[in-house]
Each structure stands twice: as C-alpha cells, then as structure tokens.
C-alpha cells in the first residue's frame, strides 16, 4: 500500500526546493496580486476533464513560492514557527494511515498514545516545584480545596479551541450566569468564546502596562466568575501576575483559567520555567505546541486540574460508545473533544518529545528567548531605533525613532510588498510599534543585524 508513496514523496521534496529558490526569501515578492496570479497560473482549470500527473509537483511548487517561510531567519512576524523535521515526519505517518479519534476501533493505537501523553503533559503543567529545585508537588486547586483527582488534558486544534473549552468547563461547573473576567491584553478567542456559549458579557479589565493589575482585577468581580489570565500575550509576550491573580481566585471563590498558548513552551526550561509560577493553580492551562514547541499545525492542549470537569464533554452515540461496548473494556475517546472526526495529532508531539527529551525542548527555548535578547540588545543600542522593553519570552517590540505611527505601518508593508522580510505589528503605549517574534532556534546573530539594517534603510528619512 505504501509503496507508491516514496516515488511521490521526492517528488514533494524537490518541489518544495525548486519554490523556495523561485520565491528567494521570507515572503513572495508583488503583494496579493502578483500572489494571486502565481497561483491562478499555476492551477489553471480547477477541476479539469483529463488529470495532470504533472499536478503535485506544479502545486506543491506554486505553495513554496508563494509561502512565508518560517524557517527564514527573516520571517519573525507572528507565533508561526518553523517545525522540526521529525515531527512532520511523524505527522506523515498520521496522514497514512489515516486514524480517527471518534472510536476506538478507527485508532486502536492512536488512542492510547493520546491517554498517555495527555496525561504526562497535565502532570507537566501542574508540578509546582521548579525542576532541580528537589520534590515535585501537585498544587491546589485556585479555589483553595485540596484534590484527589489527578490532572489530564485534551487535545485541540490550538488555542482558540482550549480558550473555548475553558469556558465550556466553567459553565458546567459553576452556571449559565458565569462572567468571563479578562484584561484587554487577552486572546480575541476569549470574548468571542463566551458569546458563542452564550455567556453574560465580559468584563474587560484595562491593562495600561500590558499585564493584568491584581487589584483592578478584584474590583471588577462580582457573582460567579472565571478569570483568564495570559502566560505569553500575543503582542508582546508579557506574562500576568499568575501567583497574585490565583491567591484573588481562591480568596474570592472564581474559577481560574490561564492561557499559555505562548509561553506554555517554557515549561521545558530550567533556565525560564520559573516565569509561569502560579501556572499549577489554575482549573483550566491552554497550551499551543506549534508554537513554543515546534510542531506543525495543529497542536494544541488544554490541561484540567481535575479531570472530573470532562465528565461535562460526556456523550452517547451508539454506533461511537454504546454502553455495552463501554463495559466490555472498549475505550470511550466520543468525551475527549468537541469534534468527532479528529486526527490523532499527538504523534508528532509524542515523537518529538521522545527524540528530543526534556533538555533538548528546553535548548530550543533557550534559544529562542537568547536570541531576543541579543536582538533587544541591537535596537537598544542602535541610535535610529527606539525598544519598548526588554523581552519576557521571544518577542521583541521596537520603531524606527521619531517615526510616525503612519511610517511605522508603511515600513512593515514595504518589506512585506518586496518580500524581504515578515515583521508583526502591535499597539503599545498608545504608539505602534514593528514586532519581532523569534522562534526560529537557527537564526544567527548576523540574521539579528540583517534584519534591523533592512528595517533602517527602508525607513523614509
């Protein structure tokens, strides 16, 4: 069955070669028009009377071309990472033979490598003790009980879906009344999540600093509420005062969910674990592996203090789980999501953690985190650039100096138009700034200079 599949797995392969060297950077060249047009000429008749045989290697090339790469040092727009080439060899193995985690009989040993590594990675995020600091402990709950329910997690497709799922739980576990209580430096999928569950509106909590205030944060709790707190914002990569804002949750009774889609990484560091103290007090942890973990999309989590909360995802369909078949000792995988039809995507996760261990994941985020830090270090000391503060994980805020919010924004499309390089943008301080988001492990330092001297010579004077 196989067999046919090597031939054509050169042919990807050189594809994707002869696209990266056509596209020659971080971003094709033209902006969405001349994108547009590649693609157009490259597909032709979309659904054509005759095959082509020559159609992978046209495609595949086409999506090369006209891609932005992340494995370009140049390409530091977004949370978009470049993956590991075990862990896309590994999700091959997935696309092959095709499991689904609706049942048991679709993915025999699918299933049971997702209840094993699910449960290692809860275990993961609620040990409470900084490694090599001695005993391991499970923390308490942010309510302040003491559980015997050991933790799990279910696996996403990233982090809107575990912000969902977060919300869900909250729900079943405290009401159809509770609030959602966020900062506005939250993930846009918090709010929209709670509409769609059709839960009271938020309350938005200013965070005028990028992080959320303790204090301000209590004035605005009132009746059942659960608070989502940010382990790696999106534009900035800051981290809320997690160990604050569990003590308020357990003094004030609300449910705690903290999103860690970011910086959930660095729960692999010696070096930056310690920065997500209080992570272990939350109900709820959203995780994103194709993020600060290198795997291709989609590889997200959500971690559960107890994991009787799932028992609110429980459904029966007999031709998924009958209850005889349950009995029998038959896994029932219809509570594990949201979905049915759901690949199982921890193989990659599980292979890359077995290939790489602990201290491997950890050196990439070390990396990672030195490499911002080396590249604040550049703009700080550069007298034509301005740095908004220095980096708490991988990303870096900075602008040309006395420049315009105006020239600010026409420098990223600039560079973005021409192809040669992918910067973010995010509004700080009341001013916008050009966003570095370092995520690449083979970035050198000469890529670091590079990319400031093309921001500075496409900066008008």
């Known amino acids: 069955m196989h067999t046919p599949l090597r031939p054509l797995l050169d042919t990807v392969l050189d594809a994707l070669e002869e696209g990266t060297r056509l596209r020659g950077g971080p971003l094709p060249a033209g902006g969405p028009p001349k994108v547009a047009e590649r693609v157009r000429v490259a597909v032709g008749d979309v659904l054509p009377d005759e095959g082509d045989p020559e159609a992978l290697r046209r495609l595949v090339r086409a ?3 006209g891609a932005a790469d992340p494995a370009d040092p140049l390409c530091a727009a977004h949370l978009h990472c470049p993956p590991l080439a075990v862990a896309v060899a590994a999700d091959l193995a997935v696309s092959v033979l095709n499991p689904s985690l609706d049942s048991w009989d679709q993915a025999p040993a699918a299933s049971e490598f997702e209840s094993l590594m ?3 990675l809860a275990e993961e995020v609620y040990l409470e003790t900084p ?6 402990r499970y923390a308490a709950p942010s309510r302040g009980a003491t559980s015997p329910h050991r933790p799990d997690a279910l696996i996403t497709t990233g982090g809107t879906e575990s912000n969902q799922l977060a919300l869900l739980l909250a729900r079943e576990t405290l009401g159809p009344d509770v609030r959602l209580v ?3 430096n939250a993930h846009h999928s918090l709010p929209r999540a709670a509409w769609l569950l059709g839960l009271p509106a938020p309350i938005t909590v200013p965070t005028p600093n990028g992080t959320l205030d303790p204090a301000a944060l209590d004035k605005a709790l009132h009746g059942p509420s659960v608070i989502a ?3 790696g914002t999106t534009d900035a990569g800051l981290i809320d005062p997690l160990p604050e804002i569990a003590a308020l949750c357990a003094q004030r009774g609300a449910r705690l969910h903290i999103d860690a889609a970011y910086g959930g990484g660095l729960l692999f560091s010696d070096r930056h674990r310690g920065k997500l103290e209080g992570l272990a007090a939350a109900d709820t942890v959203t995780l994103d592996l194709h993020k600060l973990g290198w795997q291709p999309v989609a590889a997200g989590l959500l971690a559960v203090h107890d994991k009787n909360d799932l028992a609110a995802l429980t459904q029966r369909a007999d031709y998924l789980n009958a209850d005889d078949d349950t009995e029998a000792g038959l896994p029932d995988l219809l509570g594990r999501s949201l979905r ?5 995507d921890i193989l990659k996760i599980a292979v890359t953690l077995k290939t790489l261990g602990r201290t491997g994941l950890g050196a990439l985020v070390d990396q990672v985190c030195d490499l911002a830090r080396q590249f604040a270090e550049l703009v700080d000391d550069h007298p ?3 740095l908004h503060a220095p980096p708490t994980i991988s990303t870096v805020l900075f602008r040309p100096a006395n420049a315009t919010d105006d ?3 026409a420098v990223r499309r600039k560079l973005l138009t021409d192809g040669r390089a992918v910067l973010g943008r995010a509004r700080a301080a009341n001013r916008l700034w050009l966003k570095a988001t370092l995520l690449n492990p083979t970035t050198r330092p000469a890529d670091l200079a590079g990319l400031l001297h093309l921001v500075e010579g496409t900066t008008p004077r």
């Open 118 to 120: 699910t449960r290692r």
């Open 384 to 386: 034509q650039f301005e």
């Open 131 to 136: 490694r090599g600091a001695g005993l391991y």
């Open 182 to 184: 966020c900062g506005e």
């Open 340 to 344: 049915t039809t759901r690949r199982p």
């Open 63 to 65: 999506l090369a071309e």
């Open 407 to 409: 020239a600010v924004a």
């Open 229 to 231: 707190a940010t382990a």
